[in-house]
């Protein structure tokens, strides 16, 4: 299966997310490590799908998720800085380009070493709790936690 | 917002639905109406997108379908011919293509008027209930109904 450009971001118009999450990481002087990923998930009959989306960005795992279902992920940040050249180059067209910029913003604010002082980190996931449409718990409890430590 | 081929395949790919539905209607010497349609439903902040969608197909509605979301739906025979031509030379890359090839069987059925007789409708309720994923309680009913009358 080939994909085209323009495929790829009707695709990701309909399935695709940009998403960043925090981790502990006690070695780490902040205390947590960001976690920027890129994932299209589909029901297994659709694997072929993500396989293609994986040979199309030459970078990514495809693995189960939930179940029946199938994730491609992009985490790497060098693959995931490739990525948003490409959403750059060929803009998507639903309001997940707003997710988008979020996201790229964040890989440049990681560019910058931001997320490694408490400072950046806070700005982190503030652009990450306006990110895709579920409330995020566990960011909103690690920001605070942050501007009291 | 001008879309492209490639693209309107890649997020229908992800976001599309073919769906054949039955209606009572006494007037029918079958009793029912069969009612195929090709539908897009977005959360309203992507109402654009649905109306590029229309401007794209030249035909359609779209209009409010449960709460903040809202559909781009094609109902009309004669504009769903052209809604499976352009599937046909562009074909959908996801098992989604399956279920497009069972809803234009079931055109080309109408197109031979065989919804109008038991026997065609019992095979294209036959076709409609292995179509989409959800099971179809109504359409079994219906089936029923028909194979007793």
Same mark, same amino acid.
């Given at each position: ?17 940009? +998403?960043?999450?925090?981790?502990? +990481?006690?070695?780490? =002087? ?23 989306? *994986? ?20 985490? !790497?940040?060098?693959?995931? !800085? ?6 750059? =180059?060929?803009?998507?067209?639903? !309001? *997940? ?15 910058? *070493?931001? +997320? ?13 709790? =306006?990110?895709? =449409? ?6 909103? !409890? ?8």
């Amino acid at each position: 299966m080939e994909l085209t450009p323009d495929w790829v971001v009707g695709f990701v118009d309909g399935e695709g997310c940009f +998403h960043v999450s925090l981790q502990k +990481h006690p070695e780490m =002087t902040v205390g947590y490590q960001v976690l920027p990923e890129f994932v299209v998930v589909q029901h297994e009959r659709d694997m072929p799908v993500l396989y293609a989306l *994986k040979r199309f960005f030459r970078c990514g795992v495809v693995r189960r998720n939930h179940g029946d279902r199938y994730a491609f992920r992009i985490r !790497k940040l060098e693959d995931l !800085k490739r990525v948003c050249e490409f959403f750059t =180059t060929h803009p998507l067209k639903t !309001k *997940k380009n707003v997710d988008f910029q979020k996201f790229r913003r964040v890989l440049h604010l990681m560019g910058e *070493k931001r +997320h490694l002082e408490r400072e950046g980190l806070v700005q982190i996931i503030d652009i990450a709790m =306006t990110m895709n =449409t579920a409330s995020r718990p566990m960011l909103e !409890k690690i920001r605070r936690e942050l501007e009291v430590g």
